[in-house]
């Protein structure tokens, strides 16, 4: 490359975009870790960008209606840091640059969500932002249904690389945004031809320019160092109806002796190449020195959109007192004041029906009561609609024509409707929640530790929760699904009884503003256990006693979801034989742990034995076996020790022992009386 | 559809592929559940398939050139089971036929690997067919250029639905195919234009044709119902030079009235239904009746290739004794005599140089010995090669140029990797490993799940595999991930401490004949710990006693991988302090769990207090430190009860606790000494 004719052809640009590169070297240096490559590559692309397209206020950073710029390519992540910190966000001074990857910094090794204002989403795992923003994109779509263009009226832009559109959840997110049209997402991609491992076509000769075509978007070029050609690109694309792919043809690592190797990728950090890479770029200041007239620059463009906040804050005044407490409130994730009630009114009503359904329908009955009453939410599922039970009735189908609808065919994409959540989530103003089986959990597994990680109000609907799903088999059946999600950091797995926990636990998940939930909800009938009505949600306190022994309590069954009606059979049996049992439904072990010490003993008190009984996996439960004052040791399993099978529900249960004779049987073994 | 139009058009071909059909109808209605519409839809292709292509022998199902038939959309498994029915496999009776879904049966609800031969992998899962294959297409490939083309030489076939194509790793299974320029894989896209949900076009506009395309694919079409036209588009698809696609236009549940609708879909099992749809068909048998003249047609299909494998039997004949020596070893998941030798020389070497190198370098370590010896090792890494220490230097990189290349670069797909991984095993004669930061198990989960599930010698080379990767930050840094990995059943984890360990892990995995292997590897350097050389595999017993107490024992720390050493320290200062205290090893937890009862208590015996350490969440760990006789119930865990966070990994250590002076502390508390 001629940096000096680069340099000539616009020199105000040039330092500009010089500024983020030498910021990327010195904070790598610095840290003696971190990717140079990419921000060095792609600082002309985000300096046009920022400069002459993104709608921001860098005062004001949380402005609902600005365009969102997600870095999926979260390796990059000095080049998000650097604009932060160039634009003037009053969380990005240059202290943070300097601590970049250092304990305590808001410039971790890859942008983390919540670290600093101008992080819209935490990156790194690769494929994640492209896939968040077609949740971001479809979230400004049903707003400005819903409020006016207004009031919500921006684009989406995303930097992608090559292990974005290589990871498999690039393409479902691809063709969902496609097939949704949504013409205000916009990608760039970093066609720089270079990976970890060496030159792309080592791996890959996918045409992407084809790929996304196929896929109904919208695809331009640029040489992604002429800022020029790229203003030119990033306009067309924002004329397009559909999604735009910008393929930027860039240099990794621009300037240093590692260009266009995949050395340039990781961390340039030899005083010389620092050194020299500088002197290419023609900048002359010292470590984490940006002149005052570049930086003066910068903070202009941070300043640019003062005007258009200010004016759309004036347009927000003009809203209905009704249309702006409702907006500031779903921003707010703030819960509508009728919920609590129409949940209690719910579970009154069930304490006279007995509903004996599948848990999986009693979700969706909850559902018709939570999705009358806030508008935000947005359900969907990855094309097992009624398996999932996740539609109901007054829920449109989204679509090109019809931006309301607040259900989502999210396609035979688990990951992508995960990815997509999350997007919507961090958007705000939408509760999403997505359903499929829950086996399938394993799909959409990096996009949920992310909802964790995050910690965004996610709500996973996973139906056929055991082997009771049945006939379909193992591959269709979890089994260690449930130790895996409550070994995950910061998120909820709720597994409801019947329809009043269920209803409680719908409660409780959407009460979450830092925290996601899983519903772990069943494919066959449950009978109703809780016969009282009680105005507490007990499901808050993650288990409780739900009946207790009669005569001296010798036994503590403690079971979840489908199996706690098989506690209570055994709890018969046992009663008819003398032998007080308590029955212990423990729908959300992670609520259970925070409670107080002394409420955890009156749930589980020391003495009697212990019986847990769940269609998965031992893991995670001998903590209330043997921990929590069991320490007597006697306690046994009732559960999976392996893979499921294919047969009728009921057949698994009895051959897989998981069953009330089989549980007493283990009580009485334990007391020593069999 | 005119079914009467088709039918006259080849009465013979009409009524095999009708026979498919009615047992499928038969077959689903006994059940009452299934899936119907898939077989009905596309028993025209496979009976064109397996009557003039297929290459294969019912009475040798296992005949290692065969072609492989992979079911990809798995849930229409009554289409493989009438298949191999109807062509004569023993074990596919029509007992099997009539207990589809059945509890013990061979004919599960999805196709299970190692249920009966025939079924070459485990799917249901949507996408893992299309993904084992570009394993299978791999393994053909290296064992053809092994070997010669005069004993393998093969196709794989694939039947995939909309729902594998909708699957993120589709895409990373079709873009490694067309790379590799796989040309003897060919898939056949049913495409009926229907899912669960309704029309494909819900959720998917994708011209899936520019896809395959854009990748470096073949692609056909044919009209799905047209014996003449299928046979081809099959013709032509093996002659390409690289892999194939072929549309195949099909009807979902062709001629019943749930023909071309979602409902087709499921399962057709009103006797109305089934009796109106034979008819259209002319089929006039009675349940599970299908003409000796039918069948006896089918059967000379089953029989078509008795000839080929003879000859093969032959020609397999004329090698040296060498070769077929190897080969039979290979193909029956055998290990060369030298290696258990050359794993003990490593270790001899290890005592005496000490090695302080990561585990994942010593990884590479032991597979510099062990590539040389098995030519059956085929490694790979997504894109992390430098990173997971995968390449060893006699490992050529496999291209289209070199096909006895050994090693992979997979690209940034974890998934796909692990599904080729899957593949390859489930071909035979390779024993494929693969390597990604741990973390990113997370994307590889669906199919390391199916490892397990099929019961397959995959060994997954997992680095970075704590918060000991450091600046990366929690995106990267596995937390749940080891109780993850353990909570799945009939696989193993190791974590093992130092090179000693790393080399005895490798040699326990690679003993492995039906479970995969998970080795968790570290970043960072650690110091030997084995000082003595023990002819003994220590890890194959699970844990092991590494530094015996001092005088009276009063502590046991347990730990595993990096954090051994960690306890080691402890131990120094706790006996410094005149606290006995016992350092216990564990690398494999599964392994420890199926020793006798008396080793594990020889190893965890009560009294003394217990710490675990270990640089991720508790779960999982009550089993060593409240059971197992550990039911004092002094016992304390050191490890993350949280997301990780980016700093240098000693940082990291000392500032989340996990450290020999945190230990320490842990057992005076414990002891009532602090």
Redesign the interface.
């Known amino acids: 490359m001629n940096l000096e004719a680069l340099r000539d052809r616009n020199p105000d640009h040039w330092m500009k975009a010089a500024a983020i590169r030498a910021l990327t070297l010195d904070a790598v240096a610095g840290?003696n870790?971190?990717h140079s490559g990419m921000p060095m590559g792609m600082a002309d692309v985000a300096t046009v960008l920022f400069e002459k397209h993104l709608k921001f206020d860098a005062a004001n950073p949380n402005w609902p209606d600005r365009d969102r710029f997600i870095l999926s390519a979260?390796h990059g992540s000095m080049l998000l840091y650097s604009l932060l910190h160039l634009t003037g966000y009053a969380q990005m001074p240059i202290e943070e640059i300097k601590n970049f990857?250092?304990?305590?910094?808001r410039t971790?090794?890859?942008p983390?969500y919540g670290h600093a204002e101008g992080i819209e989403t935490?990156?790194?795992?690769?494929g994640q932002g492209i896939a968040n923003s077609v949740g971001f994109a479809l979230a400004e779509e049903i707003l400005r249904a819903r409020y006016g263009k207004k009031i919500v009226d921006h684009f989406t832009y995303v930097i992608a690389g090559?292990?974005c559109l290589?990871?498999?959840?690039?393409?479902?997110a691809i063709?969902?945004a496609?097939?949704q049209k949504l013409s205000k997402l916009i990608v760039f991609w970093d066609n720089n031809n270079i990976?970890?491992?060496?030159e792309v076509?080592?791996?890959?000769?996918?045409?992407?320019i084809?790929?996304f075509?196929?896929?109904?978007w919208s695809v331009f070029d640029c040489d992604g160092h002429d800022p020029e050609d790229i203003d030119r690109a990033i306009d067309a694309a924002k004329k397009s109806t559909k999604p735009s792919m910008i393929a930027c043809k860039t240099h990794i690592a621009l300037g240093s002796a590692a260009q266009d190797t995949a050395k340039g990728h990781g961390a340039l950090t030899d005083p010389q190449v620092v050194a020299d890479t500088k002197a290419a770029y023609g900048w002359k200041y010292g470590p984490y020195e940006v002149p005052a007239n570049i930086k003066s620059q910068w903070e202009e463009i941070g300043r640019k959109g003062a005007g258009a906040q200010e004016e759309w804050c004036a347009r927000f005044a003009g809203l209905s007192v009704t249309k702006q407490a409702e907006f500031t409130r779903i921003l707010g994730r703030d819960l509508p004041k009728k919920l609590p009630a129409a949940i209690k009114a719910l579970k009154r009503q069930y304490v006279e029906s007995k509903p004996k359904v599948a848990t999986r329908k009693a979700s969706e009955m909850a559902l018709e009561v939570i999705n009358e009453i806030m508008p935000e939410t947005v359900g969907g599922?990855a094309?097992?609609?009624?398996?999932n039970n996740t539609k109901t009735a007054d829920l449109g189908?989204h679509d090109i024509d019809n931006r309301n609808g607040r259900y989502i065919?999210?396609?035979?994409?688990e990951?992508?409707m995960a990815a997509a959540m999350n997007g919507m989530a961090l958007h705000g103003g939408i509760r999403p929640y997505g359903g499929t089986f829950m086996?399938?959990t394993?799909?959409a597994?990096?996009a949920m530790?992310?909802s964790?990680?995050m910690g965004i109000p996610v709500t996973y609907v996973m139906t056929h929760d055991s082997i009771g799903l049945?006939?379909?088999?193992?591959?269709?059946q979890p089994?260690?699904h449930l130790?895996?999600l409550?070994?995950?950091?910061?998120s909820l797995t709720f597994r409801p009884a019947d329809a009043t926990e269920t209803a409680e636990a719908w409660e409780v998940a959407l009460e979450q503003k830092s925290k996601p939930s899983v519903l772990a909800l069943s494919r066959q009938g449950v009978p109703a256990v809780r016969k009282d009505y009680k105005t507490k949600n007990l499901v808050a306190q993650g288990a409780y006693v739900l009946a207790e022994a009669e005569g001296k309590r010798q036994a503590i069954l403690i079971a979840t979801g489908t199996e706690v009606s098989v506690a209570l059979e055994a709890r018969d049996i046992l009663q008819a034989e003398g032998i007080g049992t308590r029955v212990v439904s423990m729908p959300c072990m992670e609520l259970f742990e925070q409670q107080p010490e002394t409420y955890r003993r009156r749930v589980l008190p020391a003495g009697p034995v212990r019986v847990a009984i769940e269609a998965g996996?031992r893991?995670?439960w001998?903590?209330w076996l043997?921990?929590e004052r069991g320490?007597?040791?006697k306690a046994a399993f009732v559960g999976?020790?392996?893979?499921g099978?294919?047969?009728?529900a009921e057949?698994?249960y009895e051959?897989f022992g998981i069953t009330a004779q089989a549980t007493a049987a283990k009580v009485r073994e334990l007391l020593g009386s069999k």
Chains 1, 2 share one sequence.
């Open positions: 840290a870790s971190g979260g990857r250092q304990w305590g910094a971790a090794g890859h983390e935490t990156t790194g795992p690769l090559d292990g290589m990871e498999g959840v690039s393409q479902e063709a969902l496609g097939r990976t970890i491992d060496g076509s080592i791996a890959d000769k996918t045409d992407q084809d790929r075509r196929a896929s109904g599922s094309d097992l609609t009624g398996s189908i065919h999210y396609g035979i994409r990951h992508g086996c399938f394993d799909y597994r990096p530790r992310l964790a990680l049945g006939e379909d088999g193992p591959t269709h089994v260690e130790a895996m409550r070994a995950t950091p910061n996996v893991q995670g001998d903590q043997l921990g320490k007597s040791g999976m020790d392996g893979f099978a294919s047969a009728p057949v698994l051959q």
